[in-house]
């Protein structure tokens, strides 16, 4: 196991009708923005919920977060705050609202640009925010990461900071989510898995156990929730899923990959592909890309996740990634570039722009742009397995 420094200072308060308690875990000493997205919340009822439990609150609202949320809308919240003089945020909606408003936080506490505090990789002061969660999948609602998009070089981003002083998660805001959204978020869940497990092995028992967990878990309510979404034990145990897959609790000690992500971002950048979509095209390809250095722990999660026990060690090690692809189909999203009409040239873009960067991502530092283009490669022919 490596040495690590574990705290996570988010308080999370579960459950329905939960979020009536805004009105004590806010500070009512503080001039508040309340961020939001486009307008869901309108649809379903939180908007009113947030609006009567901030009664008595001093607050202002910032709408139009996007989903993928852009650096020059968020540079309008952060002149908003500014001159509001506002010192604390609640960001009501999804990742996209969230990651936002952790960007509005840092731009509020300094003078800095904000895309040079995205660029620069950490926020280094921010103003405190907190959470109405209402998308199970990215975990912002307990760590300290934001991935925000310039839409005008059409880059995407991620940037580090401090952590949601509190975010409330009701299952019941899950009821309106299109079966789109909720496929998106699953895969999104489940890659964050298997971005801080499919690694080095032998570091950690219990993470491995823990991230394995999370993983069955996942595979087992994923087809009860398409056919019954509205449960609210069934929509508990995916919400809470998607937070421990990415609150820090399943990565103590051990290395992570991340490089399914990085290249994720690119594809939504260049294509706005969906997230957690992205996500689910190029992790398979990753594997059949790098089967051998991952071939240990590939082994080890086909047989613990999916029960493969015959055949040689290659054979199981393709067995595995095959039934990775196959969940993620499962959901009902597509796994290969040509079915969502993305070309050839959009891999010769991401290489491009990776071999500019001198990235070299992945657990091992070798995910560079021409491992990327083989990786993309192979995400880009037809998928062919029944
Ligand atoms: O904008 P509104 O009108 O609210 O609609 C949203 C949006 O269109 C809608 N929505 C939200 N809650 C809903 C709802 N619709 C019906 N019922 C509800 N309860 O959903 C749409 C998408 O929302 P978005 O916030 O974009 O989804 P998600 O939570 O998946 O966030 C994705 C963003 O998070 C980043 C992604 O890159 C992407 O930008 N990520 C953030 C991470 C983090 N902070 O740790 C890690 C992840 O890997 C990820 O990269
Ligand atoms: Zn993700």
Redesign the pocket.
Known sequence: MKNFIFQNPTKLVFGKGEIARLSELLPDDKKLMVT??????T??G?YDQVKTALKGHNYIEFWG?????RVETLRKAIQMGKENHVDYLLAV???????GT?LIAAGIATDADAWDIVLSGIAKKQIPFASV????????EM?G?????REETKE?Y?FGGDYPQFSILDPE??????EH?IA??LA?AY??VLEQYMTTPGQSRIMDRWAEGVLLSILEIAPKIKANPRDYDLMSDYMLAATLA?NDFIRMGVTQDWAT?QI??EL?ALHGT???HS?AIVMPGLFRILKDQKKAKLLQYGERIFGITKGSEDERADKAIEMTEAFYRSLGLTTRLSEEGIGKETIETIVHRFNERGVAFGENHNVTGDVTRKILESCYLAYSHA
């Open positions: 939001y997205g486009g307008g869901s919340v649809r379903n939180i977060i996007e989903p993928n949320p909606g999804g990742g996209s609202v969230l990651d952790k969660m209402t998308v199970p999948a990215t975990g912002s760590n990461g934001a991935v925000i998009t995407k991620s805001v899950t009821y309106t989510l299109s959204q998106c978020g999104d890659t964050h990415l992500h994720g971002h939504t969906t997230h957690g996500l």
